[in-house]
């Protein structure tokens, strides 16, 4: 078996500093390096990082420099209704309200600058 050291989702972006604000105004993210063809951003213990890269630059694979599909990303926090708050402050593209799921959470869905559907869920109190 081969041990994980580490795994980093990196996002393509047409605009890097857009992507930026968005991940880092909803999560508290720190920014790790910051240019003009990537940036990492990862949470306060390092235990949890997260890319975006510049979609045409030459270390993306070609095979990948669409619009995402077929994935996206879940992201657990305490309060998503607050985190709803901040995404219709910021204006981000909001594609369903929190609601109540059959599992246990509340789940707000997001779409980033990229086009990257975001699921935001936290846990229901007492279920």
């Not at 930026?20 to 390096?33: E, R, V």
């Not at 402050?89 to 086009?115: C, I, M």
């Amino acid at each position: 078996m081969n041990k994980i050291n580490r795994m980093m989702p990196n996002i393509c972006s047409d605009n890097l500093q857009e992507s930026k604000a968005f991940y880092t105004k909803l999560f508290d993210f720190n920014i790790g390096y910051d240019s003009d063809w990537f940036v990492h951003l990862a949470s306060p213990d390092g235990k949890l990082e997260l890319g975006i890269i510049d979609r045409t630059n030459n270390i993306v694979p070609k095979a990948v420099q669409n619009n995402p599909q077929g994935f996206y990303l879940t992201f657990v926090v305490d309060d998503a209704d607050k985190l709803f708050e901040i995404a219709k402050a910021e204006q981000f593209e909001v594609v369903e309200p929190p609601t109540d799921t059959s599992y246990g959470q509340r789940r707000l869905l997001l779409k980033d600058p990229n086009g990257t559907m975001v699921d935001i869920s936290s846990l229901i109190k007492d279920s």
